[in-house]
Nanobody, 123 residues
Framework: QVRLVESGGGSVQPGGSLKIACSYS????????MSWFRQAPGKEREWIVS????????TYDASVRGRFAISRDTAKNTLYLQMNSLLPEDTAMYYC????????????????RGQGTQVTVSP
């Protein structure tokens, strides 16, 4: 089964920065849409950002807009999420997802998904 592989998670203090990555090298085709989701303890998984139309359109949830930035390096088949001004409420497991044809806000509707990388923001 084709899977995406997230990396780069860790612990950081409030106000700090972290960049996480998602390798999609196992995909045969360049994805039309790639997104990041996150799930905090005791909460449902939530969508936070998408990059669609092969990277030309980017949409952010209000909770991360202005602090997080999504990008894609097609030469390395890797998606990134640069996270700045991190808050304790950003603590969560972060998941990437990819789809060849659409860009839904529901994680379960993506054709390709990863297993997550943990981000912890605490003093």
């Amino acid at each position: 089964q084709v899977r995406l592989v997230e990396s780069g998670g860790g612990s950081v203090q409030p106000g700090g920065s972290l960049k996480i990555a998602c390798s999609y090298s196992t995909l045969t085709y360049n994805p039309y849409c790639m997104s990041w989701f996150r799930q905090a303890p005791g909460k449902e998984r939530e969508w936070i950002v998408s990059e669609s139309n092969f990277g030309t359109a980017k949409t952010y949830d209000a909770s991360v807009r202005g602090r997080f930035a999504i990008s894609r390096d097609t030469a390395k088949n890797t998606l990134y999420l640069q996270m700045n001004s991190l808050l304790p409420e950003d603590t969560a497991m972060y998941y990437c997802a990819a789809d060849l044809a659409s860009c839904p806000r529901e994680y379960s509707k993506y054709g390709y998904r990863g297993q997550g990388t943990q981000v912890t923001v605490s003093p």
